[in-house]
């Protein structure tokens, strides 16, 4: 109940495509819903993040989306460049929580290619 | 600011011998984690601290140890190194629980 299922594992679009990531959680108690992106020999870092009150969040060309009843959420990414490509990881968590129930749970990652 | 930095950056160490991975936050963050990475996996939780002087174990804590004697340091101590312990390392930390987690740049650790 605590996984967080991530797919697909890599995926190679063009330029300009729309590269789209799904998540699947199980713990219907996650409120919080974040993405990370992780560029080579670098650590992961905190792009878009969005809690189930809303089914889509926007920032510059990155969406989630997010459906609460078939409890997945998505990363779309418009216009898809080259410097996007790196590793994305869904994570979730009950962010109101400390201690172990706060912690975030990972997704195992897909990993993006943009083509010039 | 310098945000969470770990140290070093690559290591090499033979089966059977022990390493301290540092790792310092000057974000005055309360919650402070150690991840490892592996190819395909993911990151998986190997102890947490939510304040100095108070840590847990998280998803694969065995053959680690950790301390939180301040708020700024988590170091993660390898006992008796394995080959499975190779592996990326990484240090993160947040002001409280999940929301936006900063991580270090890694550790790049095999075992021999």
């Known amino acids: 109940q605590q996984q967080v299922k991530q797919s697909p594992q890599s995926l190679i679009v063009q330029k300009g495509g729309i590269p789209i990531i799904n998540c699947a959680y199980e713990n219907t108690a996650f409120d919080y819903f974040p993405w990370y992106q992780q560029f080579p020999g670098k650590g992961p870092a905190l792009l878009i993040a969005?809690?189930?009150?809303?089914s889509e969040k926007k920032e510059g060309r990155f969406t989630i989306s997010f459906n609460k009843s078939a409890k997945q959420f998505s990363l779309h990414i418009m216009d898809s460049q080259p410097g996007d490509s790196a590793t994305y990881f869904c994570a979730a968590s009950r962010e109101d929580y400390g201690g172990s129930q706060g912690n975030l749970i990972f997704g195992k990652g897909t990993k993006l290619s943009v083509k010039p | 600011n310098a945000g969470v930095t770990q140290t070093p950056k690559f290591r090499i160490l033979k089966i059977g011998q022990s390493m301290t991975l540092q790792c310092t936050q000057d974000?005055?963050?309360?919650?402070m984690y150690w991840y490892r990475q592996d190819p395909g996996m993911g990151l998986k939780l190997i102890y947490y601290s939510v304040g100095a002087g108070i840590t847990d174990k998280g998803e694969v804590p065995n053959g680690y140890n950790v301390s939180r004697s301040t708020t700024e340091d988590f170091p993660l101590r390898l006992e008796l190194a394995a080959p499975s312990q190779t592996s990326v390392y990484f240090c993160?930390?947040?002001?409280?629980?999940?929301?936006?987690?900063?991580f270090g740049s890694g550790t790049r650790l095999t075992v021999v």
């Open positions: 993160a930390s947040s002001y409280q629980g999940s929301y936006g987690y900063t």
């Open positions: 969005i809690r189930p009150d809303v």
């Open positions: 974000m005055n963050h309360n919650y």
